[in-house]
């Protein structure tokens, strides 16, 4: 017999960094079926990520959380007591570890419980960190054979799954959802009389590839008057303060500073605010030096698609999977400036026809990606897996 209602623990480092509110989205939908409680490292920016049940290590216990956080950060497994704490607390159904090396240090934890263990991978997780050397090609193998199941955001990143060691039957994409009724479509329309305003919005980090965004408009502010707005800054890692430094030096020597806003990070209200002010989003990804990629795909690119902005992007990941016009070769090459220039022109050029490929792009957003829908159907795999 069927239960009627499955509860779930969200295990997840920080409740919530602004860059991730797709995991208060996620949350925020699953049906009322399904009683959520997140256990997590500490909090932050609870006045915009706030949902029901939250169980913060820091506030619990201080000296147990300095430990656990230690212990994590050098990737050492550990019993995380207070995870098996509040899953037997709540009789909880299932752990869903967020991120794939999380799943991998709740393993012990998990075990000391009666829950199913699902392990969701986002994007360096299952790139960078594999890429580093053959200590976390063992541990996934090692994950992937001790959890239950696996969802990852689209296909490219499920086959990195499976080279990884992850096996078919055991691996479910799950796409990220967003709450498209909430955001109105509104398609652009840009005259030649105006500025092109163009949008950027993504961490410093090298495989959000902004160096070579500046790059391609650069090359057309000779041909027209652009107003550039990049939304997004450094984290405490070396490599994205070295980005940042890369970033502010091509604005500074591409003559794009007088027309570039620099606002550093900013509230997802914000983010949408200046959204329906611009024309135009850019965001190139890459696959970094390092080995890091989106794994998927942002989840910007599907808010900007909603609003009915125009994204120039790039064949990386699943981004093919988001980003859908109907045009051919639309996404272009990883750091390929020209490829993007030209997807640009072609915009500029065509600036009276943008309306049919917007409102194709927002009805594939509705179709695929609506949090609701995404709800339910996860919803859907809690429910298979404690049928097995």
Known sequence: MERDKIVAVHSF??????TQTWMYTQVKHLPEFVESHVVCERTENLDQFNVKNIHSLQTSS?????????????????????????????NADIVHSHFGHIGWSNLEAVKRTLAKHIVSFYGTDASRLPAQGKQWKLRYRELFDKADLFLCEGPHMAEQLIALGC???KLIVHRLGIEVKAIPYRPRVWQAREPLRVLIAASFREKKGIPYALK????????LTMQITIIGDAGRQAQDRKEKLRIMDIINASGLKPNTRLLGQQPHSVLFDEAYRHHIF??????ASDGDTEGGAPVSLIEMMATGMPVVSTLHCDIPQVVRY???DWLVAER??????????????????WGGFLRTGRDHIELE???????RQLEQIYRSILRN
């Open 282 to 287: 850019i965001s190139p990804s890459i696959t």
């Open 326 to 328: 109907g045009i051919d």
């Open 336 to 353: 390929d400036v020209s490829g993007l220039v030209d997807r640009l022109a072609w915009l500029i050029k065509q600036r009276n026809d």
């Open 369 to 375: 990606f609506d949090a609701v829908g995404q709800g």
């Open 216 to 223: 391609a408009l650069a090359q057309l502010q000779d041909v």
């Open 167 to 169: 096996i078919r039957s």
């Open 13 to 18: 480092p920080v409740w919530l960094p602004q």
């Open 62 to 90: 201080r000296s147990q959380y300095f430990w656990e956080k230690i212990l994590r950060n050098m990737h050492v497994r550990y019993l995380a007591r207070f995870l098996v704490l509040v899953t037997n607390m709540t």
